[in-house]
């Protein structure tokens, strides 16, 4: 079983910045595939960005270029710095790893971005 807690979300204005962190449990963290998913209200739950053990990251179009993923393998964590941030990324973001042919979910954070 692998735990996910999620941590950094909040208000924040048109053009700004916030970095999520996501805190895993598990031995065996290098192994597992990790990604940030968010769901806006009405809306369906979408890929935000992945990161496989080795580093290797996909993104999504809306967010390429303005978002970041990485992991620190050693403190069991990865990370999504969001920068020029717009109303449209307005929605509770949440930590995701596969790992075993299991899917793991965190309880998730808000990011609300308004003026």
């Known amino acids: 079983q692998v735990q996910l807690v999620e941590s950094g979300g909040g208000l924040v204005q048109p053009g700004g910045s916030l970095r999520l962190s996501c805190a895993a449990s598990g031995s065996l963290f290098r192994l597992y595939a990790m990604a940030w998913y968010r769901q806006a209200p009405g809306k369906e739950r979408e890929l935000v960005a992945r990161?496989?053990?080795?580093?290797?990251?996909n993104y999504s179009d809306s967010v390429k270029g303005r978002f970041t993923v990485s992991r620190d393998n050693g403190e069991n964590a990865v990370y999504l710095q969001m920068n020029s941030l717009k109303p449209e990324d307005t929605a509770v973001y949440y930590c995701?790893?596969?790992?075993?042919?299991?899917?793991?979910w965190g309880q998730g954070t808000q990011v609300t971005v308004s003026s």
């Open positions: 995701y790893a596969y790992f075993l042919s299991n899917d793991y």
């Open positions: 990161i496989t053990g080795g580093g290797s990251t």
